[in-house]
C-alpha cells in the first residue's frame, strides 16, 4: 500500500463500524460469539480504535437497551403475516416498529464513524449490509469491503456420490435444488459488480488474515482458520489496518494514471 508521505497512529481514536449479514448465517449464537466481528473488533481496539458493533450495540442515554439484537431476535419474523384482516395489519406493525429501532441505532453508527468495514460474501442474502454501506458511500466515507471465495464442497461431493451411484432421480432432484436456492459457487470473491464502482477499486480484500496475529491476539484456532489455510487471502484485510495506522492509503487515478491521495479518508481530529 502507498503512504500519503505523514505517518502515525491514524486508528487511535478513530470509530469504525463493522456492517456484514446477521439474519441469514448459518448460526447467530456462534456469529455473536466467534464471528469475524470479535476478531476485528479486538485487533482495532488494540490500535485504540473505538469499533462500533451491531452484535453489541451500545448503550443510548435514556433508552434502555434501545434496539439490542441478540440471536433471538430473528424469532420476529414469525409473527409476519400477510393477512388482509385487523391483525395482520397489527403484526406487520409490530414488526416494523419493534425492528425500526434496530436499524435507527445501526445507521446512527454509522453516521458517526469514520470508516466501515463491511464482510459481503456472495452466498449470504442481506438487506441491511447493502443500506448501511451506501449510507456510508453518500456520506464520502470509505468502506473497507470483504469478499471471501465461496464454494459448497459437500455439493461436490454429493454429485460425485450419485453419479456413482447412478441415482438420476436423486441428480436431477439435486440439479432442481441448485436452480431454486440459487447455489452459486464464488471461488474466485468477485463481488457484486455493483458494489465496485460504489466502494472503490482499492478497497477490496478477499480475506481477513487472521493467521498472522494468532500468537498476538491468542486466538484459538477455528473454521476461518481452516478456512484461510484452504484460500490464503490475497489482499488480507487486518495486514492492510496494520499499515493504515502509520500510512494513509492512496488511491489510483486513471485519468492521472498514477496514485493520487485518496480524500475519502478524513480522520478528524475531533476529540482525539
Not at 466501515?116 to 447493502?130: F, Q
Not at 482499492?202 to 491476539?217: L, V
Not at 477455528?222 to 478456512?227: E, F, L, T, V
Request: with cysteine; net charge neutral; charged share 25%.
Amino acid at each position: 500500500m502507498s503512504g500519503s508521505g505523514c505517518k502515525g497512529d491514524f486508528l487511535k481514536g478513530a470509530r469504525v463500524y463493522l456492517s456484514g449479514p446477521m439474519d441469514f448465517v448459518a448460526s447467530r449464537v456462534d456469529e455473536k460469539k466467534f464471528g469475524w466481528r470479535v476478531r476485528v473488533g479486538e485487533f482495532l481496539s488494540s490500535f485504540g480504535a473505538t469499533v462500533f458493533d451491531p452484535w453489541n450495540k451500545p448503550k443510548v442515554r435514556g433508552l434502555h437497551e434501545y434496539g439490542k439484537e441478540d440471536v433471538a431476535t430473528i424469532l420476529l419474523r414469525e409473527k409476519w403475516t400477510f393477512e388482509a384482516t385487523k391483525e395482520g395489519v397489527q403484526a406487520r406493525a409490530e414488526c416494523a416498529h419493534t425492528f425500526w429501532e434496530t436499524m435507527h441505532i445501526d445507521l446512527r453508527m454509522v453516521d458517526i464513524s469514520d470508516f466501515v468495514i463491511a464482510y459481503c460474501p456472495t452466498n449470504i442474502y442481506s438487506v441491511g449490509t447493502p443500506h448501511e454501506i451506501i449510507t456510508a458511500r453518500q456520506q464520502h466515507k470509505p468502506v473497507i469491503f470483504v469478499s471471501t471465495p465461496v464454494t459448497y464442497p459437500a455439493l461436490d461431493e454429493l454429485e460425485k456420490h450419485l453419479q456413482k451411484q447412478a441415482d438420476k432421480e436423486g441428480r436431477k432432484l439435486l440439479n432442481s435444488l441448485v436452480q431454486q436456492a440459487p447455489i452459486k459457487p464464488n471461488p474466485n470473491a468477485v463481488p457484486s459488480l455493483w458494489y465496485i464502482p460504489l466502494i472503490g477499486a482499492n478497497n477490496f480484500f478477499d480475506g481477513f488474515g487472521f493467521s498472522d496475529y494468532h500468537e498476538k491476539f491468542g486466538w484459538a484456532e477455528g473454521p476461518a482458520d481452516k478456512y484461510e489455510k484452504k484460500y490464503p487471502a490475497k489482499r488480507p484485510l487486518l495486514k492492510f489496518l496494520e499499515n493504515l495506522n502509520h500510512n494513509l492509503p492512496k488511491k489510483w487515478s486513471t485519468h492521472e494514471n498514477k496514485f493520487v491521495q485518496d480524500d475519502d479518508w478524513l480522520l478528524l481530529e475531533v476529540n482525539r
